[in-house]
């Protein structure tokens, strides 16, 4: 109990992830009450929880996971934050929890799961569940279905999304396990009841037998639809509807139902994969279609029709391939073919659907005249392509096509047309099939039931009947009245057997392709069927759209009587009598033919009587007006009678039924009178009356043709005076232009003025209703003519058409309303179907096509004048133009612009010219001129918009909104084209009565736009939410954000809520309004708008102008004031938006962003920052991930098109850059890179502009002592290196600056590198200016700044001497001469062979130069740091330090240059792996970063090497471990610190590392980077700290001891010191060797000590390195100090020392060294020092050393060491490979003697006084005295003196098999004789050869490693190696010297020189790829590592040593 009484003292959330599972237990439970208790779902305490509700699921204990599952349950229920959790709780259900075999473990799982599709996240939940199907484990897999079927049975399938459902199902029924099988079966079934057989498709191939059981699943499913029962939060009011449904248990509550039920009904289509096809074509496939044998042909098609049976086709272009198979159609004479390229186009088609639209025009008239074919498998096939291709596009835009071949001669043709027809009826609906439409068919019918052909008569019937089926009678009467009974009967009874395809879900052949139309509305369809006047009762309660079709039952807005009155037969004379005797008094009658006036008026009176008082229903109007026209009838003289009888018939006509047959009977007359001056009046209201009851347009165009048909010019005028004015009464409704036209020009040509009058007058009426098209019928007319007419239009320019008072108000508002509307489809058409139109498509030549597709842009430019010039003079033109659209198509994204330019005029052209035919031509060339909206270029957007505009003028907007082409316009993330398309909808949308119900498709992209990037398009997006929402209503746009993210969706839905208020009101009243007031003016906008001139859009003649004028100027303007306040208001409420979005920071820090990013960009998940010219893709990737930390409104400004807004945006960075410094650097990379993008921009103040930036950010950089990583470099120098060669030297100026402020933030040597590559550039101003900035590089940082070495550098750098362009030249040689400068004569073994002509260029400069080359003294504390310590040449060192203050030199180089802004200190701010050091720097340590950062202030005092002090392990280590490898970086740079504090604490931190081997592989990786600055640190404290006198030299002593105690940590461990590479390892030696001869170290307190230490670590990097890297080092190291003249001579004899140590060992560590390297080594040194040069040194130690090498290598390789010289190019350079052969060839004469180094160094001694043998037995004779106890000092004296005497004699084989103790015995005696001779003080460490750090450093090469394995210790030994251990762990230290002397040492004649500052590695460099692989081959072949101690052959007594100086001997002589 006590365990319990601990946690159960914990909070509940701690108890929640006890480890006790009791404990966990009680926190569920606790947690579970908790949630429950919480009322606010936004309560702090919710999201304590939040990453603990996956261990709630997850846990291991199954009793506390029920409990735990409990508290989830609760969480997601309640909790506002729960959502954040789905992807974790959902994956850890599917898999620890769907396993469990508790059922009600089970059971909470799916609870969980359908609580989180409750609160918004089905498509996360979806999306587990869907990856849970791919378990092994098939528990969690049923129990996945089972979850899925749950939430499909409970949410339904607006929720579930189907289609990955039904992908998988298949895989699902495949599985082993019947448990999944039976699963999915009923998720199968559940699927079926949402989609019904939409789900057949996909399951058509699993197993027969599952199918046949499935089958008989679905058959027992009821037929009515499901509903939903469970409802997500947003649908709350759903769920209301549905409880009270519930509770009236009813199914009455439909208002919804129909949205709910409809709208998941999928189409199997969906469900599918697109393929992509294109790609898959045969290769040959094009030249195989023209091949001539028709059976290549086929093989061709059959490949098309293979790829076309996909059911579903990815979008691409098919045009070539359409193209193809209509010529196949059209030409091929084969039948076969043409089935198959008819089946193939079908199947193109069905695949494609929607997206086959755009090739529909093309190919439909090829089919048509193919029906001449009488085959029945071709009309078959070619019926099924024709049905295909019909469901892809509109019949709207198909009429043209068809109505051509209406009238063709071939009876097939015109049958196989009207059977089309008919098909394509059944898949309309009367919205779909308009009366304007309808009526032009109906004529070509009415044509055809007359033919002499019964099919097609047959077919004409079919098609009518239907159409009437369709539509309902009501609609269609009217155009038949010519027909008889007979055949209207006939038409009926087709109407009858009809059964509708939509009607049906799709019937007959179209059962597997619904019509796309006919899907929406599923109502549509099925009233129709029913009685007319029902069918108009249901209407008015839909949509405006669906009151439309209505419109065409009433004719041309008669009453519905008229109907029968339109078909009045004709009555007999007698029969008229009759009929009036029954009405009209006897007198009246008899009085009627009176030859007396008087007689005859007073009947009239009566007349008139009985007339007025006769009812409507028994007023005979044909007999009463036939009696009116008895003798004397019309030609009555009396003008009072014949006033009288005018009067009657008006009477007559406004009373009662009065059909065209009465009119008929009267017109004549009327019109005769018309122009009499006392009749005329009454005539006109006659006619008035007439046309009242029989339509204005009928009556109206019998009274013209009348008039005309007479000579009277009085008649004429008047007629037409009548009709203007009757246009004013009656309204432009439905008046046929036509008709009247003909008379109108014959009118202007009469010789009498009031006919001309006259007709101008009219003319001037029409153009209130017609503007500018009419006067196109009038171009020709004479000029005097034309003026006169213009004058008119000129009268009549902006006023507005009368209020109509007459005609259809009286007859029926509705009626009229309905006209109205579809007049609006119909009026614009009419005046342009009228004018005469030429047929150019002959003149469209496949010669011009070709042309304006031509590859020459000339040409393609000549193609398109020509076509300008035929369209132009053809003025009008039929739409039959042939393969232009796809020529002109293709000049839309025509490269050059001017042609685009062009193309777009053409279009404007084509659209006056062509009129509304035009609408055929929508899809595949009007939706690619929106494409062009996305130009870059604002002329050419411009131009599009006119082009546009002019082509909605002519088409309206119906077709443009029909299908998905603008929703997929608006995908485009194009900002142009988005901006532009949206503000068209915004403008077009509110003019428009109704849309298509398409326009829903591009509601997503329109909430896309609304969150796009781009501020203009937001705007826009928000302009034209309220036109959107006018049309398809909130509630619509509110469902559509349901598929939003939840971000989104809250922002879309506020932003939704806002267009609702200002919405225009009621869409559709001011429609009602103006209709019902002025029936005629929306008809006659439309015709004014539709043909006007493209010119004349920004007009008031423009497109939709006049029409919102006429439309809304009666109810107040509304929609249009909207419109104009909204254009005002929204420009100011954005801009007061964007203000206060730009007032937040622009940059936002990204926890780990830039790691994330150059994670990416190392694994190649995005595109690696390199190119030429930045590709599209490239600024897509920035701009998305600039998306996440960019201000929005910045990012608009900064991938704006416009470089104004880039400057505005750079502007902005400036402003903010230093109140956002660390933002700014989190943001580093994509800001660099985005100014590599203006790089390339040609605008200067966008490159001015960004290269200021640039100097501040880098400044600012500096004092932030930030440093550039690799890829933030890599993707930004090269691009900046790219400008230093501009033309404009402002621009170079500021980049030089860049430059130089560059090297403060990235290492110089790296920096050099980029400029290497700048040299090989095309552009010569440009490798001048590298050349001049490497120079300066060199003279600032010194030789070491050239990499990857010195040589390799300056050899490219010299190449450039030659150069043709003269400054780069200068630049080359000023380089090398800056070269010569900083290392003498060095420069020209370093710059390689130069010709004749170069190298006198050079040699000339030299002595011209001003400069000479300073010495290097050894100890120069003044020496600036740039020229490197003595002997420290690094040629691999990647990071350089820097000089403390700016070099003169540097000043003059910039000078040159024209750098003003000369920086004073040039700094590099860090070097390899982010390492940061300031060497030689006192002034500017208080820029370095505060280690405060990193709490170092946290760690103890640094330790004092060699005496370890053991400390705690600081606090902050473990945050070092955790961090990133940049915190390390960071460290170490510390290391290098010029402040010794900072560089204490950083190598005590290190060194916490180091000490703790779980710990130490946190270094891995970073050995080199610590190693340089370690050797930094050497350099500066030898440089600096030790000539400081002002620094505490006790300071120094500890930060020496540091330094060497790390270094002892890290070359004790075997794995970490072998990933020092070559150079660094040289460097360190370098370092360590030069602290050994330095001076200065003996007169601090304990130096000797320390010199001690440095010994030891010597030892330990020659054992632990990497044995090949180390031996190159000492090679390379040797020959660096012999060619330096200035160089110590201990130094190289301190070098050879450690090489004799390695040769030594060699037996041992052969196997682990990499053979090639080290002879291509010793081959460079041979090369630099052949045999003689080596001999004319003043010691031959060199020479000995190297062959002794060489001769070791042999003995212990044999004749296989010739086989190691693979990496050495040319062997004749020196003399290696001779003296291999030699050695191996003497070595082999020597059978069963192994050779050691003694041999070979016989065989050198030509000076050699005395004869082996006797040395041998001198040497013998010493040796026995020093190891008796008696004679050791006699013979250590004899020693002594004998190698004084012979410096070169060779102990080893005297010493080789000696103890370790008798060893450093004779070494210590060795060393006090010296002592005392030469009567130094020194205690024990003195050496009579070399000072003392090269005597500690030869001692310590040598001892540790020697241990003999195989001698008999005794305890003095142990006493030794107890010395060692000690003093290897700190403990002791002095007696260490006193071990190792005479183990490894050749005589030692001569002092060396001292290396030069200069690394001379080059040699070795120029091999540094074979090296790599060198060492990645010895890296794998390493199988061991090496212990400290090496054993050699065990000799156990003297006679064994005996015997082996006898060998020797006999071997010498």
């Known amino acids: ?1158 994670k990416e960009e190392k694994g190649l998940k995005v595109l690696k920052w390199n190119f030429m010219t930045p590709r599209d893709e490239y600024v897509e990737q920035l701009k998305n991930q600039m998306s996440t930390c960019v201000a929005r409104w910045l990012q608009d400004e900064l991938f704006h098109f416009d470089f104004q807004r880039h400057v505005k945006a750079i502007g902005a960075m400036i402003e903010h850059l230093e109140e956002e410094r660390d933002a700014t650097i989190s943001c580093l990379d994509l800001i660099l890179k985005w100014f590599t993008l203006r790089f390339f921009d040609t605008n200067t103040s966008v490159l001015m502009k960004a290269l200021e930036y640039l100097k501040l950010l880098f400044s600012m950089l500096s004092r932030e002592n930030y440093h550039l990583n690799e890829f933030e470099a890599s993707s930004f120098i090269p691009y900046l290196i790219v400008k230093v060669g501009e033309s404009k030297d402002v621009v170079r100026k500021d980049v030089r600056a860049i430059l130089t402020m560059l090297c403060k933030v990235y290492p110089a040597s790296k920096v050099f590198t980029f400029l290497m590559d700048g040299t090989k550039s095309k552009n010569s101003k440009q490798r001048a200016e590298c050349l001049e900035e490497l120079g300066c590089l060199i003279e600032s940082y010194g030789m070491n700044v050239c990499q990857p070495t010195p040589a390799k550098s300056l050899k490219e750098i010299a190449v450039h001497i030659g150069d043709r362009d003269t400054s780069v030249r200068n630049a080359a040689l000023n380089t090398v001469v800056t070269v010569y400068n900083v290392c003498g004569d060095q420069v020209f073994k370093l710059i390689g062979n130069l010709s004749e002509k170069d190298m006198s260029m050079l040699e000339e400069r030299i002595k011209r130069s001003a400069k000479k080359t300073p010495a290097a003294p050894a100890r120069q504390p003044e020496e600036r740091v740039q020229r490197a310590p003595p002997g420290n040449p690094n040629a691999s060192m990647t990071r350089k330090p820097a000089p403390d203050e700016a070099p003169n030199k540097l000043n003059q180089a910039r000078a040159q240059n024209a750098l003003a802004e000369q920086s004073s200190p040039a700094i590099t701010k860090e070097f390899q792996l982010d390492l940061d050091m300031i060497e030689n720097d006192h002034t500017r340590v208080s820029e370095l970063p505060d280690l405060v950062q990193h709490k170092l202030d946290e760690l103890l005092e640094p330790v004092m090497i060699p005496e370890p002090k053991i400390r705690a392990v600081s606090p902050h280590f473990d945050d070092l471990r955790n961090s990133t490898a940049s915190t390390i970086n960071f460290v170490i740079s510390q290391v290098a610190s010029g402040d010794i504090n900072t560089s204490i604490q950083a190598l005590a931190q290190i060194d916490e590392v180091l000490r703790q081997k779980d710990k130490a592989e946190a270094m891995s990786g970073h050995i080199d980077q610590f190693l340089i600055a370690t050797f930094m640190q050497l350099r500066l404290i030898y440089n600096t700290h030790m000539a400081d006198d002002r620094l505490d030299k006790k300071e120094i002593f500890k930060l020496y001891s540091c330094i060497i105690g790390n270094m002892l940590s890290l070359f004790s461990m075997e794995s970490l010191a072998r990933e020092a590479s070559m150079g660094v390892l040289k460097d360190l030696m370098h370092g360590l060797i030069t602290l050994m001869l330095d001076a200065r170290v003996e007169d601090i307190e304990d130096g000797q000590q320390l010199i001690r230490s440095v010994n030891l670590l010597v030892v330990r990097v020659l054992e632990k390195s990497d044995q090949t890297n180390i031996l190159s080092a000492l090679l390379v190291l040797l020959q660096d100090s012999l060619i330096s003249a200035a160089g110590s001579p201990k130094f190289s004899e301190l070098v050879m020392k450690c090489l004799w140590r390695m040769i030594r060992f060699l037996p041992e560590t052969i196997g682990s060294i990499n053979l090639d390297r080290i002879l291509l080594d010793v081959h460079n040194f041979m090369k630099v020092f052949p045999k003689e040069k080596l001999k004319q040194l003043k010691s031959d130690v060199p020479h000995r050393t190297l062959k002794t090498l060489l001769h070791t290598l042999c003995r212990l390789t044999g004749a296989k060491i010739l086989d190691h010289l693979s990496m050495i190019e040319n062997k004749n350079e020196s003399e290696l490979e001779s003296h291999l052969r030699r050695v191996v060839k003497h070595s082999s004469s020597l059978s069963g003697f192994k050779s050691d180094r003694g041999t070979e160094k016989g065989t050198i001694r030509p000076d050699e006084k005395m004869s082996k043998a006797k040395v041998s037995d001198i040497l013998s004779e010493i040796f026995k005295k020093i190891g008796s106890k008696e004679n050791t000092k006699e013979g250590l004296t004899e020693l002594y003196e004998y190698k004084q005497r012979y410096s070169d004699a060779d102990l080893e084989p005297f010493l080789r098999n000696t103890s370790q103790f008798f060893q450093s015995y004779v070494e210590r005696g060795l060393r006090i004789i010296e002592s005392e001779r030469e009567g130094k003080s020194r205690s024990q460490t003195s050496n009579p050869v070399i000072p003392p750090r090269g005597t500690d450093n030869v001692s310590d090469s040598s001892s540790v490693s020697l241990n003999s394995n195989g001698e008999e210790l005794k305890p003095a030994v142990y006493y030794e190696r107890l010395k060692i251990l000690r003093q290897r762990h700190g403990l002791e230290n002095n007696t260490k010297q006193q071990q190792q002397e005479e183990d490894d040492r050749p005589p030692l004649t001569s002092l060396l020189s001292k290396p030069s500052v200069a690394s001379s590695t080059d040699m070795l460099h120029s091999k540094l790829s074979h090296l790599k692989e060198s060492r990645e081959q010895y890296h794998q072949e390493q199988s061991h590592s090496h212990s400290p101690s090496r054993s050699s052959t065990p000799a156990t007594n003297l006679d064994d040593l005996k015997k082996r100086l006898e060998r020797i001997k006999s071997n010498r002589q």
């Not at 068919?441 to 089926?469: H, I, W, Y």
């Not at 008229?562 to 009555?571: G, H, I, P, R, Y």
């Not at 179907?833 to 030549?845: A, E, G, M, V, W």
Request: hydrophobic fraction near 40%; include cysteine; glycine fraction near 6%.
């Open 1 to 1158: 109990m006590g365990d319990d009484s601990e946690w159960m003292k914990l909070p509940i959330d701690q108890r929640c992830e006890h480890k006790v599972w009791k404990a966990r237990l009680n926190g569920y439970e606790e947690a579970l009450k908790l949630f429950q208790r919480i009322e606010d779902e936004k309560s702090p305490e919710w999201s304590k929880y939040l990453g603990l509700i996956k261990k709630f699921v997850t846990d291991s204990n199954a009793v506390a996971q029920l409990k735990g599952l409990e508290a989830a349950v609760a969480y997601v229920e309640n909790a506002h934050v729960a959502g954040k959790t789905t992807g974790d709780v959902v994956s850890g259900v599917v898999s620890k929890v769907f396993n469990q075999p508790k059922a009600r473990a089970k059971e909470l799982g799916m609870d969980i799961c359908l609580m989180y599709i409750e609160i918004e996240k089905a498509d996360m939940v979806q999306e587990e569940l869907v990856k849970g199907l791919d378990n092994k484990n098939p528990k969690i897999v049923v129990a996945c279905i089972e979850t899925i079927r749950k939430a499909l049975c409970e949410f339904g399938s607006k929720i579930v999304t189907l289609k990955p459902i039904v992908k998988i199902l298949p895989k699902l029924f495949e599985s082993r396990e019947k448990a999944i099988r039976d699963e999915a079966k009923l998720l199968a079934v559940e699927t079926y009841k949402w989609i019904r057989d939409a789900i057949r498709p996909p399951l058509q191939n699993i197993n027969s037998v599952q199918l046949k059981e499935l089958e008989e699943e679905w058959v027992k499913l009821p037929a009515t639809a499901p509903k939903q029962t469970r409802f997500l939060r947003s649908q709350q009011d759903l769920k209301a509807k549905f409880e009270m449904q519930q509770a009236a248990g009813g199914d009455d509550v439909d208002g919804d139902d129909d949205d709910e039920g409809c709208a998941p009904q999928v189409d199997p289509y969906e469900l599918l994969e697109a393929v992509e096809v294109l790609s898959k074509l045969p290769k040959d496939f094009y030249e195989k279609i023209e091949a001539k044998k028709w059976q290549e042909r086929k093989e061709a098609l059959e490949a098309v029709e293979a790829l076309a049976k996909n059911p579903k086709l990815e979008n691409g272009d098919y045009g070539d391939l359409v193209r193809a198979l209509k010529k196949v159609i059209g030409k091929d004479a084969n039948v076969m073919l043409v089935t198959l390229a008819a089946k193939c186009l079908a199947g193109l088609a069905a695949g494609l659907r929607k997206k086959f639209g755009t090739y529909a025009g093309h190919v439909v008239p090829t089919i048509l005249e193919k029906f001449k074919e009488k085959k029945p498998q071709v009309v078959q096939a070619l019926q099924e392509a024709i049905d295909a291709v019909f469901l892809t596009t509109t019949l709207q835009n198909l009429s043209e096509d068809i109505l051509a071949v209406m009238d063709n001669k071939n009876p097939s043709i015109k049958q196989q047309a009207s059977l089309f027809l008919a098909r394509s009826f059944c898949h309309c609906t009367p919205s779909s099939l308009p009366k304007s439409l309808l009526k032009p068919f109906c004529a070509a019918f009415l044509k055809q039931v007359n033919d002499s052909a019964p099919e097609v008569r047959d077919a004409a019937f079919e098609a009518l009947g239907t159409a009437m089926k369709v539509l309902g009678e009501k609609a269609v009467n009217p155009f038949l009245t010519d027909l008889d009974k007979l055949k209207l009967d006939k038409i009926k009874e087709c109407a009858d057997k009809i059964e509708l395809a939509s009607g049906k879900k799709g019937g007959g052949a179209e059962k597997e392709k619904p019509a796309p139309k006919a899907q929406p509305p599923p109502e549509a369809p099925t009233k129709p069927s029913a009685p007319p006047k029902k069918a108009s009762v249901a209407k008015p309660a839909g949509p405006p759209k669906k009151g439309k079709p209505v419109a065409a039952v009433n004719g041309k807005g008669k009453k519905a009587v008229e109907s029968k009155d339109m078909v009045e037969a004709e009555l007999s004379a007698e029969v008229c009598e009759e009929m009036s005797a029954a009405v009209l008094p006897a007198s009246c009658m008899q009085l009627l033919d009176s030859a007396n006036w008087k007689e005859r008026l007073a009947s009239m009176e009566e007349f008139q009587k009985a007339v007025e008082q006769m009812d409507k229903n028994e007023m005979p109007c044909q007999a009463l007006v036939r009696m009116l026209a008895k003798k004397p009838g019309w030609k009555e003289t009396n003008f009072q009678v014949m006033q009288m009888k005018l009067h009657i018939v008006g009477l007559i006509a406004q009373k009662g039924t009065f059909s065209k047959t009465s009119a008929f009977t009267v017109l004549d007359g009327l019109v005769d009178k018309v122009g009499d001056i006392k009749c005329g009046g009454k005539a006109k209201e006659a006619l008035t009356a007439i046309g009242e009851a029989c339509s204005l347009p009928w009556t109206a165009e019998q009274v013209v043709s009348m008039a005309f048909a007479q000579k009277n010019p009085k008649n004429q005028a008047e007629a037409l005076n009548w009709l203007a004015n009757a246009m004013k009464e009656f309204g432009f409704a439905g008046i046929n232009v036509k008709a009247f036209i003909s008379n109108v020009k014959t009118a202007l040509a009469a010789t009498n003025p009031a006919v001309r009058t006259a007709a101008i007058a009219l003319l001037g009426v029409m153009y209130l209703y017609m503007g500018a098209p009419l006067r196109m019928f009038f171009e020709d007319e004479k000029p005097a003519l034309l003026a006169q007419i213009d004058a008119e239009f000129e009268k009549m320019q902006g006023q507005s058409p009368p209020a109509p008072f007459r005609g259809n108000s009286k007859k029926g508002i509705e009626d009229d309303r309905e006209e109205a509307e579809e007049q609006d489809d119909e009026g614009g058409q009419d005046v342009m179907d009228l004018l005469p139109r030429t047929d150019i498509s002959d003149k469209i030549t496949s010669e011009m096509v070709s042309k304006i597709g031509d590859k020459n842009w000339k040409t393609r430019k000549e193609g398109l004048e020509e076509l300008a010039a035929v369209i132009s003079e053809a003025k009008f033109i039929q739409p039959n133009v042939g393969e232009l659209p796809m020529a002109l198509k293709g000049r839309l994204n025509d490269s050059n612009k001017i042609l685009v330019l062009q193309t777009l005029t053409i279009l404007q052209q084509i659209a006056t010219a062509m009129g509304p035919a035009l609408k055929q031509h929508v899809k595949n060339l009007g939706i690619p001129v929106i494409t062009v909206l996305g130009d870059s270029k604002s002329n050419v957007r411009a131009a599009a918009l006119t082009t546009l505009n002019a082509w909605v003028e002519q088409t309206g907007m119906k077709e443009w909104l029909e299908g998905e082409d603008l929703s997929e316009e608006l995908k485009k993330e194009n900002p142009f084209l988005r901006q532009e398309v949206l503000a068209w909808l915004a403008e077009k949308l509110p003019t428009l009565r109704s849309v298509s119900s398409d326009l829903m498709i591009c509601v997503p992209n329109l909430y896309a736009c609304l969150e796009d990037r781009n501020g203009d398009v937001r705007k826009k997006a928000q302009d034209a939410l309220p036109t959107f929402m006018m049309h398809l209503g909130y509630e619509k746009m509110l469902k559509a954000t349901g598929k939003l993210k939840p971000a989104s969706k809250d922002q879309v839905v506020s932003m939704l809520e806002k267009a609702r208020a200002v919405m225009p009101a009621k869409p559709a009243a001011p429609a009602k309004a103006a209709s019902s007031k002025t029936p005629a003016c929306p008809p006659a906008a439309k015709p004014l708008s539709a043909p006007s001139k493209s010119q004349s859009v920004s007009e008031d003649s423009g497109v939709f102008e006049p029409k919102s004028d006429t439309k809304k100027t009666k109810p107040g303007g509304t929609a249009a004031k909207g419109k104009v306040l909204g254009g005002k208001k929204a420009p100011a409420k954005t801009s007061a938006k964007d203000e206060d979005d730009k007032s937040g920071p622009i940059f936002s820090i990204i926890p780990n962003g830039k790691e994330q990013r150059i």
